[in-house]
Every structure is written in structure tokens, then in C-alpha cells.
């Protein structure tokens, strides 16, 4: 059997101006409706003494019944000739704001929906916005109530005339006004008398014209890693790399690239459950990957095609925000991002400007995001994220911003930021500036202990031997009677960051108190060892910045995952213990850590 075309539209409008009535006087009128559902709703209205109202027909919850209201977005189906709907009825209470971008975030088209008689209300406004910021393009505009001011021409061109420049302002243009009353179904499926003065499309010609969103195909190759999985107990060799493809095709074959981290490899497999084997996949499918290279990945990262335009990458960038939390977003708070697959700690850096959403007017003194705000702002992650920007490509550039295990805010990213002035960088500056120097000379330290402060940090994927070959090292120093320390990741996670829980999202937050430890413990003349296994290169280049101004001396244990960052010296995991620790030694002494005349 073949299948029909499917579109998604959206009506959405403030509270009481009837899109549920609409929607259901659509529903009525095309001969949707399966048999019998109208005079049935009928029956129960007059069982229970209420009137009746079409709004009814698609309101499911029997709080919106009671209170004549929509609080979830309502789904309902009808079918044309030409195809079949899905209509979404978004509430219009600002409580419920979130249910509304719920409704609208995957819509291929927009009702809005403005009473005549009380005209253009803040949720319209707001609304407006909302349905630009998501990225629907597809809008027309339902002038409804008509009947209470008396079908007066007039009356409908002053809110078309104020809404046009309202949009026009969002850089939305609405492809219709329409006038009508879905009480008494005017222009709704047919022409009325009402309206002579009237000559566009009724509501049902319009949203034919409509077209669905292409799918993204076209665009280049998005894939956020959501996880990858091993099947090793059951003797499966496979590292298969799973998500849903947001934008773009990839076939076997084709070179991929890893950002933030910068990773290669190649498409070896497509996996896709329960199914034929496959060499294509595109936008819309969730498969999984097996690479030719068996590179380190985490979960969170966004997989790009090799030779298409790559995403962005920075900790800092400029968002559109609309702010949902019952407190303000304000600077200095740290909040959750997500976008895409990844999740990272983000702070409010600036406040560029704050759309009145009553008003649509701008105001650029706010220091904070209220609730309803709508506010053009830069955000700051403590390591760089992969994202595009809205004008590249969607998808991925969109974000939500979580407050307390709630979703506080929605937006998008317009563009990259550069972070010449990072909030890290300013740390450190300014903790230099604060710094309180010991009395003890850094030179009269060396000449007792025999050595120079120095940072040594182990890392690689295997855990255990960073450790073992890091322990190795520290007895090695201590038996030449050198002030030497060794400290494992558990051992901050358990102490420095018992705080903090066992969320593997804190381990931004534990490598900088480590940081920030070395930095002591270098000042202090020590030899300081880590080991920091799974590091990755934004890992150190923070530990790096931390522990300025000494610097840090990077053995890598295995497979040599850091890209570009400089390696002092790389071992195998399988060295014997005596081995590394005269070869890391060597390379200290290269180095001038030890004082020659103690060697």
C-alpha cells in the first residue's frame, strides 16, 4: 500500500482564544470525525449540563474539559484527498510554555491563533517568537471571534497590520491572514457571507498549501554519539557506536571525524537491529557504527563526515535563549547544557540583550534572565563543545538548558564566540595576582630537597597501569630520598570531591580542584605525580593552565589518543614497573628537575 503524505502543524495562540474550537470545527467539518464521535460528545455535554463546545471533540484530559483549557499539547489526526495531519494544539497559558515548544519543536507549519475581539496579547507575541526561534517557517495567522466585533474589516486589519511588523521583526513572514469564527465556522472549510470583503484562502485551503520539512539529507553529516556499546562477555569483538543521524547520509567506507576530540576513523559496518545488512543510512535513522580504527570516543561527542563542513567547537558561544525557570538564570551559577548527545556544565557569561516579550521592545541593562525572558546571551562551558550554528545547521543547534534536574530554558546557537577571555583564564590570572609567595625561595627549596617542583601526570585508557606504573615511579623517587608524592583519581573523587557525588558529568569539576592541588604541591617543591586515566586533551590543557606557572611533564601509558597535544614520553602498558621508572626518571633528569650534583 502507499503511503501518504504526512505533514505536522502546530496551533498555538494565548490562552482563550479559541484553538481548540478551531481545530475541532476542522475536524467536524472535513469528515474526519468517526461516525458517531460528534453527537456523542453532544449527549454528554447536555448529561452534564454544560454546552457544547467543539473544543471538546480533541481535548483528551479531563482537567482541560473541566477547566475549558488545553494544558498538554493535544495530538489529533484528519485526512484529505491530498494527505494525512497531525494536528498539535499547544496550550496557551504561560505556565505551560514548555508544553507549547514540545508541540512545536518538530512542526512543519504554524497556526496562530489572535482573538479579534481582545486583539494581539503577550502569549501572541511570545508565541511568535517561539515558533521563529524553533525554526518553523511555514505561518499563517487565524484572526478568529470574528463574530464578536461584528465581522468588521476593520478591525482585522489592525491586528494584521500591528502582527505583520511584529513578525517581520522575528523575520517571519506569515504566507496568510485569515478571518473567522470557529464557533460558527466561518472560512473555515467553506466561504461565508460574513466576510465579502474577504477574498484569501479559507483555513482548509491554506493548510494544503503547506509543504512537510525536507527531510535534511542534503545537509552535511551529523551523528551526536549517544553510546557506545561492547559486547565482550558473549565473545563480540565489536565497538558499535549508536545514536540517531540528525542530518546527512554516510556510507561503509566513508572517513569520519570525531569533535570536539578530532578523532578519525573509517565507517567499517552499519548495524542496524534486526534487519538486513545496509551500506547507506540517513537523516531520521538510529544505527549503529563500527570504525576501521578503533579510536577512543565518549559518549556526547558529534561525528561528522571527513570533507563536508565541520560543526564548531569553542567554550564559548552566543545563544537565543527563552528562559522557563522559576528563578532567574544569573551569572556565577553553574547550570546543565545539553545539546546533541553531549551534556556539560554552563555558566551565564554575559547578557547582550533581553527581548520584553509584552512588548517586544529591547532592554540591554538586564544583568539576569527572568522567567518568560527571552534574552540573546553568551554561554560558557568549562571544555569546548561540538554544535552548529542555527543558520548551518538546525539540528544541532539547538539546546536546553537544565536547572536543578529540570528543564529551565530552550534555544538556539547563533554563532561562535572566541574565549580570549575565558572565565578560566581569568581565574588563574587573578589567583596569581592573589597569590600569597612563601618566603622560602623556590631555588632554596630545590637546594634542600635536591630537586625542583614538578608535576609528572600518567594517562592513558588503561587505569591500571597508569596507576601501577605511577606508584612505581613514586617509590623509585622516595627511595633517593626525593619529596615525591603519587595521588589517584579515586583518591580526589573520595576526598577533594566527596561533595560532589559520583556523576560521572563532575569530572570537569574534579580536574580542576586537581589542577588547582598541583599547583599547591609544585609551589611547595614537591615532585607531584597523577595518575588521570581516560584524560583527554581538554583534560590536561586545564590541568596545564592550572598549575601555571610550573608546567607539567605528560607520560602517556598506551595507545597515544591525545591528537595534538605534546607527549613527554610514551610507554606501553606492559612495561615492567623498575623499567618505566628508570626511563621517566631519565627524561626528569633531561629535563633538569634533579640537581646535578645529587645525581
Not at 537523516?283 to 556526547?300: D, H, N, S
Not at 554563532?415 to 578560566?424: I, K, W
Not at 627511595?479 to 608524592?485: D, G, K, N
Not at 610550573?550 to 591528537?563: F, Q, R, T
Request: net charge negative.
Amino acid at each position: 500500500m502507499e503511503r501518504r503524505e504526512q505533514l505536522r502543524l502546530v496551533v498555538v495562540g494565548h490562552v482563550d482564544h479559541g484553538k481548540s474550537t478551531i481545530i475541532g470545527r476542522l475536524l467536524a467539518e472535513s469528515g474526519t470525525l468517526p461516525k458517531g464521535k460528534l453527537e456523542q460528545v453532544q449527549v454528554t455535554c447536555r448529561r452534564n449540563a454544560k454546552p457544547f463546545e467543539y473544543a471538546f471533540l480533541l481535548d483528551a484530559l479531563k482537567d482541560e474539559q473541566a477547566q475549558g483549557i488545553t494544558i498538554d499539547a493535544t495530538r489529533c489526526f484528519f485526512r484529505t484527498p491530498r494527505r494525512d495531519y497531525l494536528v498539535l494544539d499547544a496550550p496557551g497559558h504561560v505556565e505551560f510554555l514548555k508544553n507549547m515548544i514540545t508541540g512545536a519543536s518538530d512542526s512543519d507549519a504554524a497556526l496562530v491563533v489572535i482573538d479579534a475581539h481582545e486583539g494581539i496579547q503577550e502569549n501572541s507575541k511570545r508565541h511568535g517568537y517561539l515558533v521563529s526561534m524553533l525554526g518553523v517557517r511555514q505561518l499563517s495567522v487565524l484572526v478568529n471571534k470574528m463574530d464578536l466585533v461584528g465581522f468588521d474589516q476593520q478591525v482585522f486589519e489592525s491586528i494584521r497590520s500591528s502582527y505583520a511588523a511584529l513578525l517581520r521583526e522575528l523575520r517571519l513572514e506569515p504566507l496568510s491572514f485569515i478571518p473567522l469564527s470557529g464557533r460558527q465556522g466561518v472560512n473555515v472549510v467553506a466561504r461565508s457571507p460574513e466576510t465579502p470583503w474577504y477574498t484569501g484562502p479559507t483555513l482548509l485551503e491554506q493548510i494544503e498549501t503547506f509543504q512537510p520539512r525536507q527531510q535534511p539529507t542534503a545537509l552535511p553529516f551529523r551523528f551526536p554519539v549517544q553510546d557506545i556499546y561492547k559486547f565482550t562477555e558473549e565473545q563480540d569483538e565489536r565497538r558499535i557506536v549508536a545514536g540517531t543521524i540528525e542530518t546527512g547520509r554516510i556510507s561503509v567506507g566513508d572517513e569520519v571525524i570525531f569533535y570536539p576530540s578530532g578523532k578519525r576513523s573509517r565507517i567499517r559496518t552499519i548495524e542496524v537491529f534486526n534487519a538486513p545488512t545496509r551500506r547507506v543510512v540517513a537523516a531520521g535513522e538510529a544505527p549503529g557504527f563500527t570504525l576501521e580504527a578503533q579510536v577512543y570516543i565518549k559518549r556526547g561527542e558529534l561525528m561528522a563526515r571527513a570533507g563536508e563542513q565541520p560543526p564548531q567547537v569553542s567554550t564559548r558561544f552566543l545563544a537565543n535563549l527563552f528562559w522557563m525557570g522559576h528563578s532567574p538564570m544569573i551569572r556565577g551559577k553553574t547550570y546543565k547544557l545539553k545539546i546533541g548527545a553531549a551534556r556539560s556544565p554552563v555558566k551565564l557569561a554575559e547578557v547582550r540583550h533581553v527581548l520584553d516579550a509584552s512588548e517586544l521592545s529591547t532592554i540591554v541593562s538586564k544583568q539576569q534572565v527572568d522567567r518568560h525572558d527571552v534574552a540573546e546571551c553568551v554561554l560558557e562551558c568549562p571544555k569546548p563543545v561540538a554544535f552548529d550554528t542555527v543558520g548551518e545547521v538546525e539540528p544541532t543547534a539547538r539546546l536546553v538548558i537544565v536547572d536543578n534536574y529540570e528543564i529551565a530554558g530552550a534555544g538556539i546557537v547563533l554563532e561562535v564566540v572566541r574565549d580570549e577571555a575565558s572565565t578560566l583564564k581569568d581565574h588563574v590570572r587573578h589567583r596569581e595576582i592573589a597569590w600569597r609567595k612563601s618566603s622560602i625561595a623556590p631555588g632554596d627549596r630545590a637546594q634542600t630537597y635536591g630537586h625542583r617542583g614538578k608535576c609528572v601526570v600518567f594517562t592513558g585508557q588503561d587505569e591500571a597501569a597508569c596507576a601501577r606504573l605511577a606508584e612505581a615511579l613514586e617509590r623509585s623517587l622516595f627511595a633517593r630520598r626525593y619529596c615525591v608524592y603519587h595521588l589517584g583519581m579515586s583518591s580526589v573523587m573520595d576526598g577533594l570531591g566527596a561533595d560532589l557525588g559520583s556523576d560521572s558529568e563532575v569530572r570537569d569539576e574534579l580536574v580542576r580542584r586537581l589542577g588547582e592541588l598541583a599547583r599547591i604541591m609544585t609551589d611547595a617543591g614537591l615532585i607531584f605525580i597523577v595518575s588521570l586515566a581516560g584524560a583527554d586533551e581538554y583534560d590536561l590543557r586545564t590541568l596545564e593552565l592550572l598549575n601555571q606557572p610550573h608546567e607539567i611533564v605528560m607520560i602517556n601509558v598506551g595507545e597515544n589518543d591525545l591528537g595534538n597535544y605534546p607527549v613527554a614520553l610514551n610507554l606501553d602498558p606492559q612495561t615492567e614497573a623498575d623499567e618505566a621508572a628508570a626511563r621517566v626518571c631519565q627524561l626528569l633528569q633531561q629535563k633538569e628537575i634533579f640537581l646535578e650534583y645529587y645525581l
